[in-house]
């Protein structure tokens, strides 16, 4: 965006927010929650009393699956974009973490992707295939792809992906070859 009235850019004070939801984790939500719910159970309402190794087994094994399995998904049940002036941030699940804080000085450019899915990436979460880059993936849909100027890419699922890449496209900065960033 020009400044009219000196002829060069004006700073950007804006914040663009964005988010995606995975609905089908809440179902696995569910299902973590009722592993830990069994081995809860096992432990308190046993019938068991001839070996108690099998009985302590099975109720680590299933809270800890739970907990797994609860984490895992309400880590990724949502995640939000933040960009402002000089940086991009993306939070994941409800603390916010992982998390992941991008300059824009960084950033080479950002392209729209229209068809983003969990297929292509190995699951949903936060995922790394060294062909493809790094993804942050939490539904099917669109999204955004930035290109990183060390040539590493970064793609995020975000509802109105079209206005992000508006936005980081506007508020990225020439680069000069041979610059440090």
Do not use: N
Not at 6 to 11: I, L, S
Not at 72 to 100: N, S
């Amino acid at each position: 965006m020009r400044d009219p009235r000196h002829g060069e850019h004006a700073p950007h004070t804006e914040v663009w927010t964005g988010r995606a939801t995975g609905r089908l984790q809440w179902l696995l939500a569910l299902i973590g929650a009722a592993c830990m719910a069994l081995g809860i159970a096992l432990a308190v309402d046993s019938a068991w009393t001839s070996d108690a190794a099998p009985l302590a087994m099975a109720v680590v094994g299933c809270i800890a699956a739970g907990l797994l399995v609860l984490y895992g998904t309400l880590a990724f049940v949502h995640v939000a974009l933040r960009v402002d002036e000089d940086h991009l941030e993306v939070r994941c699940g409800h603390i916010g973490l992982p998390r992941r804080r991008i300059p824009l000085s960084h950033v080479a450019g950002a392209e729209f992707a229209p068809h983003v899915t969990p297929r292509h990436w190995g699951g949903w979460g936060y995922r790394w295939r060294p062909e493809k880059g790094t993804a942050v993936v939490v539904r099917r849909g669109e999204g955004v792809v930035l290109r990183l100027w060390d040539g590493h890419t970064f793609t995020v699922t975000v509802d109105d992906a079209e206005a992000a890449v508006t936005v980081i496209r506007d508020r990225l900065r020439p680069h000069a070859p041979g610059t440090t960033h």
